[in-house]
């Protein structure tokens, strides 16, 4: 405060109206401290409603070679909507045909050192037929595939795998015709091509 009044005396004898000895400002009160708000309680934590189904999920991954070489890796995930009150069923196992082999392991992990030339993502409802009662009956279902290809034959020389994802309602990614991956998958597939024909002489 006896700074504030030093401060005062200057100014005033600067403007010419010190003509005698300014009075020191009286001091100002301060203002009544404010009490604190009540605390306002927390609204009462609302509980999740009970689950009324659950959620069962397969998945499977399958390898198909052609001509002893890698060509397609499918891994396929369906999952289905179950009520609580439907009994516990172990998934059947999916057949295996000729040329395939059901992994252990997604297609990615298992042929990661693998160039995969074209992809096909696919997601449709899976159709509810079931004989069951209605306790029991799925609800709804989803069947997901995603697969990948190997061979330059069965993405570039044949046109049936694109066809049949596009038809499906997938979407169908390949690697570009300019690309090293393509280059050198097409001088692996010509020069395949020529042993054999030398193997046939």
């Known amino acids: 405060m006896k700074t504030r009044w030093l401060v005062m005396v200057a100014i005033l004898s600067v403007l010419g109206a010190c003509g005698s000895e300014p009075e020191a400002p009286a001091q100002v009160e301060a203002p009544a ?3 604190a708000p009540a605390q306002v309680e927390a609204p009462a934590q609302v509980e999740a409603p009970a689950p009324t ?13 052609r001509d002893d070489e890698l060509d397609e890796c499918v891994d396929v995930t369906i999952e289905v909507h179950l009520p609580l009150s439907a009994p516990e069923r172990t998934p059947s196992p ?3 045909t000729p040329g395939q082999i059901v992994l252990q392991r997604a297609c990615e992990e298992q042929f990661s050192g693998r160039t995969v030339l074209a992809v096909c ?4 409802p ?3 037929q079931s004989e069951a009662p209605e306790a029991e009956r799925p609800t709804s279902g989803t069947f997901a595939v995603v697969s990948r290809y190997f061979r330059y034959a069965s993405v570039f020389d044949n046109q049936s795998f694109m066809r049949d994802c ?7 990614q390949a690697v570009a ?4 991956e393509y280059a050198r998958a097409r001088l692996d597939f010509h020069a395949g091509s020529l ?3 030398a193997r046939h002489r």
């Open 121 to 124: 993502t696919m997601s449709v």
């Open 33 to 35: 401290q404010v009490e």
């Open 166 to 172: 596009l038809t499906g309602g997938g979407d169908w």
């Open 177 to 180: 015709e300019d690309s090293s």
């Open 126 to 128: 899976v159709p509810i």
């Open 53 to 65: 189904e659950r959620i069962v999920t397969i998945e499977r991954h399958i390898a198909s070679f």
């Open 195 to 197: 042993r054999g024909l």
């Open 94 to 96: 999916f057949p295996e």
